[in-house]
């Protein structure tokens, strides 16, 4: 492979009218993901005011987490057994029946069956959406649609707050929720037009995963209730989630129908290590994701929407990183990337962490574009990478496991920093140098799981040596 423009691709040819629509779909799938995510932390306050329930708000988004996961978790099967087509658009009906729910609830109980409906669909849909790549686009540009992928993540986290946050003063909390309702539909409508009806994989005595379903499902929700619990039971929940995933994974392992590679979170595989990074580095940087602003408020004094400019200087590096390097295709300039991503991602939370003790606001933007920086440089050649090392049987069980394992390290590292918060006294601190001194464990818990996912990402790379060059990734070009 060459790194020069044409066998690389353009970004032109991506968004050009060959492309431009399946290019579309799947940023779309993928942004129904991203902005649900986002948007409950700015409306669903307003939405409890309204509904009552105070005590069942965090819910709203634990359910959401949890429901996605186990979506994501079966994306592959439903994709094998239903066909693309017919799955996405399933999987849309479920997510836009959520929309509707939570639109119209009247009480918060019904709120929290719509969110579940809605993670339920967009975990099918974002799973399902991400095996789509390598089928619906030449080798030469998937790199650049799993950057595109990257890019829509971090404008989500930019840009989700600030559309709720406008929808939510200038019209009701409900059309924060119900703007995704139009978004369904046209996603539904470009599935019908541009996805295709993939052949079916027949599956002979297919098991139900029903048991594993639970497993994943359950290990989630033990790490949720672990953020809000003292630190004995906290230690429990996580130890106890730790055991109902590695059973989940254990148990698919002996399955007639797996729903993940026989090799995930296996270290002597190259998909292996790469799924431990696409853990760990989630794990590590929710550190920043959920401390950052509140600690800039606390102590600082900054009001929410300087707090949150600071933090959308993440959003924005992510994205330019992803750009930069969308055009890589030499391995070994990959296999940089990699390790580069988690190492910056340590770098970059030591520096928030010093930048804050040390009063020093430029520190933390520097940090801030490091965190960024982390994501968009590795993330994309990851992707590539794991799926290219895949055994062609098990690339859509690798692919759905991507965002899945992604979403399950984003609960799994918000759950960890808030059981060291309540270790170090952050909850009861209210002075700035008691701030400072009670948040020194948690970005160093992040900074050592990003150093333990550069081991990982190392270990990949040396497997990726020794295993010779990856399979060309991409459906082969058509000419008419």
């Keep these: 492979m060459t790194d020069n423009t044409e066998t690389a691709g353009r970004w032109a040819e991506v968004l050009g009218p060959r492309y431009a629509a399946a290019t579309l779909i799947l940023c779309l799938g993928v942004a129904l ?19 009552g329930g105070v005590a069942l708000i965090s819910w709203a988004l634990t359910l959401f987490l949890v429901f996605a996961i186990m979506g994501g ?21 479920i997510f836009l029946a959520g929309s509707l729910i939570v ?37 030469r540009l998937v790199p650049k649609v ?23 003063e200038s019209v009701s909390w409900r059309a924060a929720f119900l703007v995704s309702v139009p978004m369904a ?4 409508g470009m599935v019908l037009v541009v996805v295709p009806n993939s052949t079916l994989i027949k599956q002979d005595h297919a098991d139900f995963p029903g048991v594993r379903l639970l497993l994943v499902g359950s290990g989630i929700m033990a790490v949720a209730l672990a953020s809000l619990a003292t630190p004995l039971t906290a230690a429990l929940l996580l130890a106890g989630a730790a055991l109902l995933l590695l059973g989940a994974v254990m148990l698919d392992k002996r399955s007639r129908t797996r729903l993940m590679p026989i090799d995930a979170f296996w270290h002597g595989s190259v998909v292996g290590s790469g799924l431990w990074v696409i853990l760990l580095t989630p794990v590590a940087g929710a550190t920043s994701a959920v401390y950052l602003v509140l600690l800039l408020q606390q102590m600082w004094g900054y009001g929410p929407t300087l707090a949150g400019a600071v933090a959308a200087v993440l959003a924005l590096a992510w994205s330019g990183a992803a750009i930069a390097v969308a055009h890589v295709q030499h391995e070994a300039t990959r296999m940089r990337l990699i390790t580069l991503g988690p190492g910056l991602l340590a770098l970059g939370l030591t520096g928030v962490l010093t930048g804050l003790l040390s009063g020093q606001i430029a520190v933390v933007l520097l940090a801030q574009i490091a965190i960024g920086a982390s994501y968009g440089l590795s993330n994309s050649s990851l992707y590539v990478t794991l799926m290219g090392s895949a055994d062609p049987g098990e690339r859509d069980r690798v692919a759905a496991l991507v965002p899945t394992t992604q979403s399950a390290g984003n609960a799994i590292g918000a759950a960890l920093a808030g059981v060291a918060a309540n270790l170090t ?11 400072a001194q009670s948040i020194i464990a948690v970005f160093m818990l992040g900074a050592s799981v990003a150093i333990i996912g550069l081991l990982a990402a190392v270990r990949m790379t040396q497997l ?4 010779g060059p990856l399979v060309t990734l991409g459906m082969e070009e058509r000419h008419p």
């Design 185 to 188: 539909l046209i996603f539904a």
């Design 425 to 435: 006294g952050y909850a009861s601190a209210s002075t700035s140098a008691a701030f």
């Design 464 to 467: 990726m040596a020794m295993n």
């Design 73 to 93: 978790a079966g994306a592959a099967l439903a994709k094998q057994v239903l066909g693309a087509r017919v799955a996405l658009l399933v999987s849309a009906a």
């Design 146 to 168: 799993f950057g595109m992928q990257a890019m829509v993540w971090a404008v989500a986290a930019f840009g989700g707050p600030v559309v709720a946050g406008v929808l939510t």
């Design 33 to 51: 993901l991203a902005f649900n995510a986002f948007v409950t932390s700015t409306a669903m306050p307003t939405a409890v005011q309204e509904l």
């Design 103 to 139: 639109g119209t609830a009247a009480s918060m109980e019904i709120v929290l069956v719509g969110r579940a409906l809605q993670g339920l669909g967009e975990g099918l849909v974002a799973a399902i959406c991400f095996a789509l790549i390598p089928e619906m686009f030449p080798a």
